[in-house]
């Protein structure tokens, strides 16, 4: 989540100009190697990752950037586990960090503040945009496609409906193992990089 000043409201960003923002991102910041080292790539833009104890539970939110968007603070269980909810979280803030920070030059300052516009705009463009920048920050899609084409015998689309219940099993828990993310971004990610499979999100056959 993120804050922002008066004006509430960030500009509509289509997809093109996210993944844009997203490969500028990791071409400055990123090795190359998989699966993506979130906390790398804060480091070089200069964001720290701050845990708290009960972030979640007491505040309902599994992380926020700070108003001068240069700490992180991420629920501490999460943080230990290092876990995928916690790297996509990391993703999500610097999705903000990236894309939003130009439109908040006035920013709250209390934390109450920032909830008080949470509630109010927990819908807004800003939360899709950073969820999609996350999605492609993690899981680049020509690395998807590549894994998953191998996986497939050279062709995901043309062989992912006619393969046994085991070998989905063992191709895509291969796929989430090389990206570190969860079966949901997974399938939606799959889904970006293959639009013609409009099922893909709800076969229950890989789960």
């Known amino acids: 989540m993120v804050y922002l000043g008066e004006g509430g409201r960030v500009p509509y960003l289509n997809k093109n100009n996210i993944v844009r923002n997203v490969e500028d991102t990791l071409e400055e910041c990123w090795n190359g190697a998989f699966p993506v080292d979130v906390e790398a790539i804060c480091d070089d833009l200069g964001i720290g990752i701050l845990p708290i104890i009960d972030l979640s539970k007491t505040f309902r939110v599994d992380a926020f950037i700070s108003a001068d968007f240069r ?6 269980r999460e943080f230990e586990r290092d876990s995928h909810r916690y790297r996509f979280s990391v993703a999500h803030e610097l999705g903000h960090f990236v894309l939003h920070r130009k ?7 209390s934390l109450d503040e920032w909830f008080r516009f949470f509630r109010r705009f927990t819908n807004d463009y800003a939360e899709f945009q950073a969820n999609y920048f996350a999605g492609n920050l993690l899981v680049p899609e020509a690395e998807l496609v590549r894994v998953l084409n191998d996986g497939f015998d050279g062709s995901f689309v043309r062989n992912y409906w006619n393969a046994s219940p085991s070998e989905l099993g063992r191709i895509l828990m291969k796929v989430r193992r090389h990206f570190r993310v969860s079966d949901d971004v997974i399938a ?5 990089a293959f639009p013609g499979v409009d099922e893909i999100d709800n076969n229950k056959k890989w789960r």
């Open 71 to 76: 700490t992180i603070y991420v629920d501490s």
């Open 103 to 109: 439109y908040c030059p006035h920013v709250t300052k």
């Open 188 to 192: 939606r990610r799959m889904r970006d």
